[in-house]
């Protein structure tokens, strides 16, 4: 079976709490075939730094029961390592989810390139901040050709 490129995110909320309602648009690129979320799991800390842990089964918590038709395929691969790493990384009076997601859409992308001969050489995300950059950059551009300016 091959495997898309897995990442993970970290989702923050202020205070202790979640009510799912993110989870209809992580289910909208579920269930197209986007991803596939591998492991989800919920972390809490609290004012004093101290830290919970919520394995995410949605089998018998109410807040995660709009998560649950996501989790068919959930392998649960966050080790206690990781998650505490993550953890020292929260602001207190933090709740966060974690999910660990497959691109599926790069699974026929990568089988093709497998096929071809080639190999995945580099890959690299683009942090939030420099897309709002560049996009504010083409935003200018973009109004100065407009205005026969540039």
Same mark, same amino acid.
């Given at each position: 079976?091959?495997?898309g #490129? +897995?990442?993970?995110?970290v989702i /923050?909320?202020?205070? &202790?709490?979640?009510?799912?309602? $993110? *989870?209809?648009? @992580?289910?909208?690129?579920?269930?197209?075939?986007?991803?596939?979320?591998?492991?989800?799991?919920?972390?809490?800390?609290?004012?004093?730094g101290?830290?919970?842990?919520?394995?995410?089964?949605?089998?018998?918590?109410?807040?995660?029961?709009?998560?649950? #038709? +996501?989790?068919?395929d959930?392998? /649960?691969?966050?080790? &206690?390592?990781?998650?505490?790493? $993550? *953890?020292?990384? @929260?602001?207190?009076?933090?709740?966060?989810?974690?999910?660990?997601?497959?691109?599926?859409?790069?699974v026929?992308?990568?089988?093709?390139?497998?096929?071809?001969?080639?190999?995945?050489?580099?890959?690299?995300?683009?942090?939030?901040?420099?897309?709002?950059?560049?996009?504010?950059?083409?935003?200018?551009?973009?109004?100065?050709v407009?205005a026969?300016?540039?």
């Open positions: 079976m091959t495997l #490129p +897995l990442e993970y995110i /923050g909320f202020d205070g &202790p709490t979640f009510d799912g309602s $993110i *989870a209809n648009e @992580l289910g909208r690129v579920v269930e197209n075939g986007t991803i596939r979320i591998v492991d989800i799991v919920g972390i809490i800390k609290d004012v004093s101290d830290v919970a842990i919520i394995e995410i089964d949605a089998k018998s918590d109410p807040r995660f029961a709009s998560i649950a #038709p +996501l989790l068919k959930r392998m /649960g691969l966050f080790t &206690p390592e990781d998650l505490a790493t $993550i *953890a020292v990384r @929260l602001p207190e009076e933090t709740a966060a989810l974690v999910v660990l997601f497959e691109h599926r859409w790069a026929h992308v990568k089988e093709a390139i497998a096929a071809a001969g080639g190999q995945l050489i580099a890959r690299e995300v683009i942090a939030p901040e420099i897309l709002e950059e560049v996009a504010a950059e083409l935003e200018a551009h973009t109004a100065q407009e026969g300016v540039a």
